[in-house]
């Protein structure tokens, strides 16, 4: 369960504060693949960055499985994530200096967890990288770099799996097979997704769909 009860969220220009999502509250239950639509600037990545706690609230709460989130301390929002959420970015955010299996490692390491080798090599063979596990971030394609990135996300069996245009610096095809591939690997481990794009069809595929529209959250037909 995700929910927002009054979040507004504002930043400064200058002596004025620009709003990105005002006064919104919304529940959503576990419930598969859902979709986050919207204009650019509309305020997509902002909610994601505030349901992971990257970012906080101007004012309001956020709740993740009845877990208050906003006035967390930094360490217990690390563990919060580690637990809890796992996070697909646009540009991979892998770490340079760590092999495929070591960006995986990552997240076990902050909580950790037993045989954390073991699943590490089993969610990246889930994903098709074997025999790339000591391969640099710099030896892999786009699409294998996107696959450590859901590995990686995957890895710590969250409830929650935030994607931020996952696809975005794919090439098409590319960009297909890793979607196939994350909803595929959701479906088998039983997570939701919560899915930002400015795709439509890809939006469609999903099995809900909320816009980001006058700095509110509402749900499509």
């Not at 970015?89 to 045989?115: C, K, R, S, Y």
């Not at 030896?139 to 245009?165: C, M, W």
């Amino acid at each position: 369960m995700i929910e927002f009860n009054n979040v507004t969220k504002s930043f400064k220009q200058g002596s004025r504060d620009i709003p990105v999502l005002s006064d919104v509250s919304f529940k959503l239950k576990e419930s598969g693949i859902v979709a986050i639509v919207g204009k650019s600037g509309s305020g997509k990545s902002t909610f994601l960055s505030l349901l992971s706690g990257l970012d906080g609230p101007t004012s309001g709460d956020i709740l993740v499985d009845n877990q208050k989130i906003t006035g967390l301390s930094e360490k217990e929002l690390t563990i919060f994530r580690a637990k809890k959420i796992g996070i697909v970015f646009q540009n991979f955010h892998l770490i340079d200096h760590f092999t495929a299996l070591e960006n995986v490692l990552l997240p076990l390491e902050i909580l950790e967890g037993e045989n954390a080798m073991e699943r590490a090599k089993d969610i990246l063979n889930l994903v098709g990288l074997e025999g790339r596990f000591d391969h640099f971030p710099s030896q892999l394609s786009g699409g294998e770099k996107q696959r450590v990135a859901i590995a990686r996300a995957y890895v710590t069996n969250p409830h929650f799996i935030l994607a931020d245009e996952p696809s975005g610096n794919l090439d098409p095809e590319t960009g297909d097979v890793v979607m196939e591939l994350l909803f595929k690997t959701a479906k088998e481990l039983k997570q939701t997704v919560i899915l930002v794009t400015h795709d439509h069809e890809l939006a469609a595929k999903c099995d809900e769909c909320y816009e980001i529209k006058n700095h509110k959250i509402v749900k499509r037909a």
